[in-house]
């Protein structure tokens, strides 16, 4: 049970004190603002699809990373850290009071609601989990990192198949994420045995 919280943990926060800016803001960006370009995230997205050394997908993934988490506020960038700070104290209820602010401010900055995600992961509350996966996802459908904590909760839950479906998302994204890779192999024999 440590290493699904240790691995999801650090998946999910991974470049967690990095500048960031909103990829989605309305308006005009203000001189102390840069905004991540839509097709910056595609191109980014190409690479990972498309390279095959591992090392070089990981940096590639930490630039995605690095992409969302751009919130354009410097608001938001504040209680992005207070909340990590607090996560990392293992303080979930106030890390979730930020981070509650922080959907509240910006409903479409996707990893507000990975973040919070993460925390109710990290206190097994499952279902609140999943709703904010869900709205992360329908905000950025690639988000690997939130997939990531679909297949986690799914195997938690004992649905196998589902957490392979999940996994099998990811590696469409990022085909050469060593732990996907791992449990797409370890759930495609359990399940083969339990068919037999």
Aim: aromatic content about 8%; overall charge neutral.
């Amino acid at each position: 049970m440590r290493n699904v919280f240790a691995f999801f943990l650090t998946f999910a926060l991974a470049g967690a004190f990095v500048p960031v800016v909103h990829a989605q803001q309305t308006g005009p960006a203000t001189s102390t603002q840069v905004v991540a370009k839509p097709d910056r995230l595609d191109a980014l997205f190409g690479e990972l699809k498309r390279e095959r050394n591992e090392r070089a997908a990981q940096r590639i993934a930490q630039r995605i990373r690095e992409e969302w988490n751009r919130s354009g506020s410097a608001s938001i960038d504040l209680m992005m850290q207070w909340s990590q700070k607090a996560m990392e104290e293992q303080k979930f209820d106030i890390a979730l009071d930020f981070l509650d602010q922080v959907v509240t401010l910006d409903p479409s900055y996707s990893e507000g609601w990975n973040r919070r995600a993460t925390v109710h992961f990290m206190m097994q509350n499952f279902g609140k989990s999943m709703s904010d996966i869900n709205q992360t996802l329908r905000l950025e459908p690639r988000h690997f990192g939130a997939l990531a904590g679909m297949a986690q909760i799914m195997k938690e839950r004992g649905n196998k198949q589902l957490a392979l479906n999940a996994w099998q998302r990811v590696l469409d994204i990022y085909p050469m994420m060593r732990s996907a890779q791992n449990e797409v192999s370890t759930l495609s024999e359990e399940l083969a045995g339990e068919g037999i």
